[in-house]
């Protein structure tokens, strides 16, 4: 199973939104509301940003929105601040047995 | 609070084997199933393993499969990885996490550090 295509990095400056993809399959993504995100400062743990396409856990921004369409989901961080910059994976269940594909990876740098 | 923490990590050599415990606190155990996840130096996250609560259904990536055994004592609310034939490329930060509905990792504990050198 390869991992999810995002690209490697995307920057904006404080204030703005940006957004960030993750293409799939109709094996994975295409086929399942079942894409999350998870937020990864340098040396840290991942976080948990959003689960099942759009839905953000207690505790987590409101800036902070997910989508999906087709075989492509996509993170998007308004209101830019500094915290947001890391490294951000998406992540989809793809069947009963392989469970979990991650994405590359994204690189968030605020200006 | 929710907490996970791994332990066991280390240098091995290569051919070696480890194994990974992980500690869980502030839930109850028994009712979550659990997933071990790892990341390479440099590199991105790569899912391993998961493990039902009750360990009835376990799940590996084909880059351990048959090399890797995942398991838990819910008695002791831990979750273990019985690693051998370790390789060069096995090296990375390995993370425990909990799992909600095969869908997503809600926790994740802060990981431990396994290098395969010689």
């Known amino acids: 199973q390869s991992a999810l295509t995002q690209p490697a990095s995307v920057s904006g400056s404080p204030g703005q939104s940006i957004t960030i993809s993750c293409t799939g399959t109709?094996?994975?993504?295409?086929?399942?509301?079942?894409v999350s995100w998870y937020q990864q400062h340098p040396g840290k743990a991942p976080k948990l940003m959003i689960y099942e396409v759009s839905n953000r856990p207690s505790g987590v921004s409101n800036r902070f929105s997910g989508s999906k369409s087709g075989n492509t989901a996509s993170l998007t961080i308004s209101g830019l601040q500094a915290e947001d910059e890391a490294d951000y994976y998406c992540?989809?269940?793809?069947?009963?047995?392989?469970?979990?594909?991650f994405g590359t990876g994204t690189k968030v740098t605020v200006l | 609070e929710v907490h996970l923490e791994e332990s066991g990590g280390g240098l091995v050599q290569p051919g070696g084997s480890l194994r990974l415990s992980c500690a869980a606190s502030g839930f109850t155990f028994t009712t979550y199933s659990m997933n071990w996840v790892r990341q390479a130096p440099g590199k991105g996250l790569e899912w391993l393993s998961y493990?039902?609560?009750?360990?009835?259904?376990?799940y590996y990536a084909d880059s351990v499969k048959g090399r890797f055994t995942i398991s838990r004592d819910n008695a002791k609310k831990s979750l273990y990885l019985q690693m051998s034939s370790l390789r060069a490329e096995d090296t990375a930060v390995y993370y425990c996490t909990r799992d909600e509905m095969r869908y997503y990792m809600d926790v994740w504990g802060k990981g431990t550090t396994v290098t395969v050198s010689s």
């Open positions: 992540s989809s269940y793809i069947s009963s047995s392989t469970l979990y594909v």
């Open positions: 109709s094996s994975d993504v295409g086929s399942y509301n079942y």
């Open positions: 493990i039902s609560s009750g360990s009835s259904d376990i």
